[in-house]
């Protein structure tokens, strides 16, 4: 399969602890998104990377969170000091550079993240 | 500053009847719209996308849409439906800011289909 894949798919963990999600997103795709989806929401915008460069990010991301994408392939979302606000899902999508295409972005199954 | 308006959060219909689901945006100029299924756990599934052109697009899984500019819509539409459609919708545009398309999302559209 050459889709977008995320691992966790499901993350619990207690407030306060940290947590670091991974996206390996389509081999021949140069940008990488993060989004945050709550309950009954549509998907947030979170982060973006082109190649290995964070070139944006939201002001939904506190200091608490931190995103890499090392080598221009997988990417990491790490939350530290979790609160029981960060439960949602953290969804990863990635595309192409073409003025066009660039646009139609793939979505991998997301990371459901619990905080109790 | 750009948004997008789905304004039935929960639809129900039969097995067979039409469908119809509404979008709005806000956008200053001419949008890249698009249309995202998610089934339960899942991850989201482009349905159909409009950039320029022909006004009516065709997408998977036998669905369609309509831009209409005058309106600020992009109306989502079947005629006919599965029980397997039953999922939630998300109309979205694209900002097209600082060389890349980031996507901004309605808040979903819940569909039940009855037998």
């Known amino acids: 399969d050459t889709g977008v894949s995320q691992d966790p798919r499901h993350k619990i963990t207690k407030r306060g602890q940290n947590v670091t999600f991974r996206c390996d997103p389509i081999?021949?795709?140069?940008?990488l998104y993060w989004y945050r989806q709550t309950l009954g929401q549509g998907p947030e915008f979170l982060t973006y990377?082109?190649?290995?460069?964070?070139?944006?990010k939201s002001r939904l991301l506190s200091d608490r969170f931190s995103a890499e994408r090392p080598k221009g392939s997988f990417s990491t979302l790490e939350i530290q000091r979790t609160e029981q606000g960060d439960s949602a899902m953290y969804l990863c999508?990635?595309?192409?550079?073409?003025?066009?295409?660039?646009?139609?972005?793939?979505f991998g199954p997301g990371t459901r993240l619990t905080v109790t | 500053a750009q948004s997008v308006t789905q304004p039935d959060i929960h639809i129900t219909v039969s097995e067979g009847a039409s469908l119809e689901l509404r979008c709005n945006y806000s956008?200053?100029?001419?949008?890249?719209l698009f249309w995202y299924v998610q089934s339960p756990g899942q991850g989201l599934q482009l349905l159909l996308k409009?950039?320029?052109?022909?006004?009516l697009v065709q997408g998977i899984k036998g669905f369609e849409a309509e831009f209409k500019r005058s309106q600020s819509s992009f109306n989502l539409r079947k005629p006919s439906v599965h029980w397997s459609d039953a999922a939630e919708y998300f109309c979205?545009?694209?900002?097209?800011?600082?060389?890349?398309?980031?996507?901004?999302f309605g808040a979903g559209t819940r569909l039940a289909v009855h037998p």
């Open positions: 990377f082109q190649n290995e460069a964070q070139l944006e």
């Open positions: 999508a990635s595309s192409t550079a073409d003025r066009h295409s660039s646009t139609e972005q793939y």
């Open positions: 081999s021949e795709h140069n940008r």
């Open positions: 409009y950039f320029s052109g022909d006004t």
């Open positions: 956008y200053g100029a001419t949008p890249y």
């Open positions: 979205a545009v694209a900002r097209l800011f600082g060389g890349y398309n980031k996507l901004i």
